[in-house]
């Protein structure tokens, strides 16, 4: 069964700072790799999509790297801001038989202090 | 439309009146979710359609959840008999199978609180 980590669960920093967020995975057969932010009271916004066959992906202060074979994804954040406070999921795509899903992590939350 | 809409945003009820989610997936997408997100705890796969067709139910917590599409769009989440376990915020998201990258989009979400 195919399992995903989040560390930190929690991460304070002051504004200006680069961070890195982790994601592991249990299980390397996966289809894609995507990044979702999350605000207080609303849905997901993906931020980054990674697909098995590619090691990274950027979108302007954020990057995402992705090793399938061991297990593991990061998301680097960039000279960091007040409006990146949010919390940040990993969530890898598996098939099964005829069956696709994202399987979650429990996420990390990002606070950056003015 | 532009995005995936859910509606209600909120729903407050009581214990064992039955309650339905909606959710209008992006236009064209094929592929359809439902996911469960409790508080303190990571998004639950609840169900996957493609299509009308639902081929994994697997998420679905009891008989008392259950998941219609109808004409490849909209789709329904129905809870009947509602217990205050199921209080929740119940996201639906869409994807376009046919494309390569398969990204999902996720709607605002419909909060359910059972009294």
């Known amino acids: 069964k195919q399992e995903v980590t989040q560390i930190p669960a929690a991460l304070s920093v002051p504004e200006g700072e680069n961070l890195v967020l982790n994601c592991s995975f249990t299980?390397?057969?996966?289809?894609?790799l995507q990044w979702f932010r999350q605000d207080p009271g609303k849905g997901l916004t993906s931020l980054l999509l990674?697909?098995?066959?590619?090691r990274e992906q950027t979108s302007g202060r954020l990057n995402a790297s992705l090793d399938k074979s061991s297990g593991r994804s990061t998301l680097y954040i960039a000279a960091s801001q007040p409006g990146d406070s949010a919390t940040y999921l990993c969530?890898?795509?598996?098939?099964?038989?005829?069956?696709?899903?994202?399987?979650f992590g429990k996420g990390t939350k990002l606070t950056v202090n003015p | 439309g532009a995005g995936v809409s859910q509606s209600p945003s909120n729903k407050v009820t009581e214990k064992g009146k039955d309650v339905e989610l909606r959710c209008d997936p992006i236009s064209g997408h094929t592929a359809l979710y439902w996911y469960r997100q409790s508080l303190g705890q990571g998004l639950e796969f609840l169900i996957y359609f493609q299509g009308n067709s639902a081929p994994d139910k697997s998420g679905l917590p009891s008989d008392r959840f259950s998941a219609e599409r109808t004409g490849g769009s909209v789709s329904t989440l129905t809870i009947q008999r509602t217990q205050q376990e199921d209080s929740a915020v119940y996201l639906c998201?869409?994807?376009?199978?046919?494309?390569?990258?398969?990204?999902?989009?996720f709607g605002e979400g419909s909060r359910l609180t059972v009294l």
């Open positions: 990674i697909q098995s066959s590619q």
């Open positions: 299980d390397s057969a996966i289809y894609n």
């Open positions: 998201a869409s994807s376009l199978r046919t494309s390569q990258h398969r990204e999902l989009f």
């Open positions: 969530a890898v795509r598996i098939t099964q038989g005829g069956s696709e899903k994202l399987v």
